[in-house]
């Protein structure tokens, strides 16, 4: 984890995408160091806690509590729900095409638009755009 960017939303912790990236904004955020424009608790981050069966404040609670990543998510599973490996398979695939022909598309245009990447083909994902406006790609 950078000191002002959290990690990549592809990035994987007990084989789920984006969940790593949500424990990093709640750290961040604790630390004064997250940009203000990022969303928290809702977003990405509330399809992952609500896949995940958890309450916000619950896993802020436990992320500044210490531990592992893998220990947060042990949590969550035991809190929450432990979502199948068919599950996972859904939800990564689905997370990692937010923003490609679907409803989200027009915002993520608009998006690129506004941070300066209009001409780059290659973001064509919220994924991909987060990783081009923290400096990844």
């Given at each position: 984890m950078s000191n002002t960017f959290p990690r990549s939303s592809y990035d994987k912790i007990g084989g789920i995408v984006f969940f790593g990236r949500m424990l990093d904004k709640i750290r961040l955020h604790n630390q004064g160091t997250l940009p203000d424009d990022y969303n928290l608790g809702v977003g990405f981050d509330e399809r992952c806690l609500k896949f995940l069966n958890v309450k916000y404040d619950e896993v802020i609670e436990r992320v500044l509590q210490g531990g592992s990543d893998e220990d947060i998510l042990?949590?969550?599973?035991?809190?929450?729900?432990k979502p199948s490996d068919d599950?996972?398979?859904?939800?990564?695939?689905?997370?990692t095409k937010v923003g490609w022909r679907d409803d989200n598309s027009e915002k993520l245009i608009e998006r690129k638009r506004s941070g300066g990447f209009s001409d780059s083909d290659d973001i064509q994902t919220n994924f991909d755009f987060h990783d081009a406006d923290e400096g990844r790609i």
């Open positions: 042990e949590w969550c599973f035991k809190n929450g729900r599950d996972i398979e859904i939800w990564n695939g689905f997370m």
